[in-house]
């Protein structure tokens, strides 16, 4: 079937860096899109990115420009975060989706994997 | 990126219907029929209701519909049931393109 599975997560130190993992199965990954998107404890959803089907257009929220890099291995059907200068304002579940540019939106989602930045 | 304006809250009665609001701009909502809604059941992950202002995925109960008109966009559900409550969430497509997603509305069936 169809999904997604994020690893990756953890506890890191403010001003560290991680790399977060999403596996895709069941679909045609390197002809779709794919997102992330965070979830601090107890607040809404956050779109942080974007990487279409080429691997070459990529989208970010300010909040993450600069510092997380997404991309993709189509050859592998995973999707990566790389997540560098952490703060703990970082702190939140991540989860990846599948979607473009809106137009179909985020129609399958992972189970999310949980990053903690703490000291 | 401003986030998108929803109500933290709403509430009805099963049988009943409610709508929840999603306010953008001109440079989200009001640019582009690429609003979608997702719903949030406690501790998992969200999951598609609404895409493209006013469709809905396969498998998706037809008491949930969307609309928009200028900035705002709606999603309405007819016929509550306590199944229904959670968190839901509208998202546009930007002129940055970028995607936004809003803050949030907690449903409650009374």
């Known amino acids: 079937q169809v999904q997604l599975v994020e690893s990756g997560g953890g506890v890191v130190q403010p001003g560290g860096s991680l790399r977060l993992s999403c596996a895709a199965s069941g679909f045609t990954f390197d002809i779709e899109g794919m997102h992330w998107v965070r979830q601090a404890p107890g607040k809404g959803l956050e779109w942080l990115t974007l990487i279409l089907s080429n691997g070459n257009d990529k989208y970010y929220a300010n909040s993450v420009k600069g510092r997380f890099t997404i991309s993709r291995d189509n050859s592998k059907n995973t999707l990566y975060l790389q997540m560098n200068s952490l703060r703990a304002a970082d702190t939140a579940v991540y989860y990846c989706?599948?979607?473009?540019?809106?137009?179909?939106?985020?129609?399958?989602w992972g189970q999310g994997t949980t990053v903690t930045v703490s000291s | 990126q401003s986030a998108l304006t929803q109500p933290p809250s709403v509430s009805g009665s099963p049988g009943h219907s409610v709508t929840i609001s999603c306010t953008g701009t001109v440079s989200d909502v009001g640019s582009y029929n690429r609003v979608s809604w997702y719903r949030q059941p406690p501790g998992t992950a969200p999951k598609l209701l609404i895409y493209?202002?006013?469709t809905r995925p396969s498998g998706v109960s037809d008491r949930f519909s969307g609309s928009k008109s200028g900035n705002t966009a709606s999603l309405t559900i007819s016929g509550l049931q306590a199944e229904d409550e959670g968190d839901y969430y509208c998202?546009?497509?930007?002129?940055?393109?970028?995607?936004?997603f809003g803050g949030g509305t907690k449903l409650t069936v009374l």
């Open positions: 493209a202002v006013t």
């Open positions: 998202s546009s497509y930007t002129s940055s393109s970028t995607v936004v």
């Open positions: 989706a599948r979607g473009g540019l809106g137009l179909s939106g985020l129609d399958v």
